[in-house]
């Protein structure tokens, strides 16, 4: 059984950074794509970034791009680790960031990924 855990959430400055983290324990996780999504009140989930298995290939959407990163531990740890560093927060970027797995290349689809972690809280204010 995959298990996600998110942990870096909480309060940040509008122009502030943070760094989100996400632990996936389990079975063959270290060969999995891994993203990020977010939800906002009202609105509906939405991409954040990925990254492959072995870090070669990260995508961002073009709500974040230019201002985040996404890495990850080396393949053939487990757990296997992924980051999202984001900077010069926005307002718009409060949501609950949830960590996501799934076999194979990562997708930028919510419903493609097959484990999900609880999620963290991220709150930018003015």
């Known amino acids: 059984q995959v298990q996600l855990m998110e942990s870096g959430g909480g309060w940040v400055q509008a122009g502030g950074s943070l760094r989100l983290s996400c632990a996936a324990s389990?079975?063959?996780?270290?060969?999995?794509?891994m993203a990020w999504f977010r939800q906002s009140p009202g609105k509906e989930r939405e991409f954040v970034a990925a990254?492959?298995?072995?870090?070669?290939?990260?995508?961002?959407?073009d709500a974040v791009k230019g201002r985040s990163t996404i890495s990850r531990t080396d393949p053939g740890n487990n757990p296997a680790k992924v980051y999202l560093q984001m900077n010069s927060l926005k307002l718009e970027d409060t949501a609950i960031y949830y960590c996501?797995?799934?076999?194979?290349?990562?997708?930028?689809?919510?419903?493609?990924?097959?484990?999900w972690g609880q999620g963290t809280q991220v709150t930018v204010s003015s």
């Open positions: 996501a797995i799934r076999r194979g290349e990562p997708s930028q689809v919510g419903r493609d990924y097959h484990y």
């Open positions: 389990g079975p063959t996780v270290t060969s999995h794509g």
């Open positions: 990254i492959n298995w072995n870090g070669g290939r990260t995508y961002f959407s």
